[in-house]
């Protein structure tokens, strides 16, 4: 399964101070906005386009614009923070959400919540999620995406744990994923070393 560890020295910068556990929420919801930008840039890098004609104010010239449709997929809570630098670089995007949540204890995801474009065969599907640490969400979320017709989905994330990338290559093996980092590895808790923390609760101040 493709992994893009997307390697730039912006994305660097703005990780750093995700990782930093002093950066206030406020501060965190910005840089996430920022690093989703780079990230779905290089995870939208070979998206079909067709050619068309377009006047210019001098005279008439050939462009391209996308030719195929996009669908976003956040998982709650944390993909929201994702999701806006999403649809500024295409707002045409459909948008589909999956509510899941790990358990504290078990770190086992349960979904409480999906609203998902029901076909999606003909669709560019991109998975939203910062955190990809066992990859029991990401692998949740992938089967439902795969089970509406979506193939090849493409997961963007943030920081990824190594046993997450492996769950998920098991588990969808035409999947992609783009991340920023790859970690070390997972705590006793199932948190990713050095991580970031708990992405969710620094996004929105429940901590
Ligand atoms: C986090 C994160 C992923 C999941 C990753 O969500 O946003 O969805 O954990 O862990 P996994 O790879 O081990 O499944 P969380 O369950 O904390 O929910 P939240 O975003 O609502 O805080
Ligand atoms: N979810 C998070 O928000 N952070 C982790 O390190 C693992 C799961």
């Given amino acids: 399964m493709p992994l893009h560890v997307v390697d730039h020295p912006l994305l660097a910068d703005i990780?750093?101070?995700l990782r930093d556990r002093t950066t206030p929420s406020e501060e965190f919801r910005s840089l996430a906005y920022r690093i989703s930008v780079l990230l779905v840039a290089e995870a939208t890098a070979d998206l079909p386009t067709a050619e068309v004609a377009v006047d210019t104010p001098m005279e008439p010239t050939?462009?391209?614009?996308?030719a195929s449709r996009v669908v976003a997929?956040?998982?709650?809570?944390a993909g929201l923070g994702m999701l806006q630098a999403f649809l500024?670089?295409?707002?045409t995007a459909q948008v589909g959400y999956f509510g899941l949540e790990r358990n504290e204890l078990t770190a086992v995801a349960r979904c409480y919540y999906e609203k998902v474009p029901a076909d999606l065969h003909e669709a560019v599907v991109f998975l939203l999620d910062p955190m990809l640490a066992t990859?029991?969400?990401?692998?949740?979320?992938v089967d439902g995406l795969r089970a509406r017709g979506a193939r090849g989905v493409r997961f963007v994330s943030i920081v990824?744990?190594?046993e997450?990338?492996?769950?998920?290559a098991d588990a969808a093996p035409d999947a992609e994923i783009y991340t920023a980092a790859l970690d070390r590895g997972l705590d006793a808790r199932?948190?990713?070393l050095p991580g970031l923390g708990d992405f969710g609760d620094r996004l929105y101040g429940t901590i």
């Fill in 15 to 17: 990780l750093t101070r």
């Fill in 62 to 66: 050939v462009g391209r614009r996308l």
């Fill in 73 to 77: 997929v956040p998982v709650l809570r």
């Fill in 88 to 91: 500024d670089l295409i707002p």
């Fill in 135 to 141: 990859g029991g969400s990401a692998a949740m979320a």
């Fill in 160 to 162: 990824a744990a190594p």
């Fill in 164 to 168: 997450g990338v492996a769950r998920l």
């Fill in 190 to 192: 199932k948190y990713i």
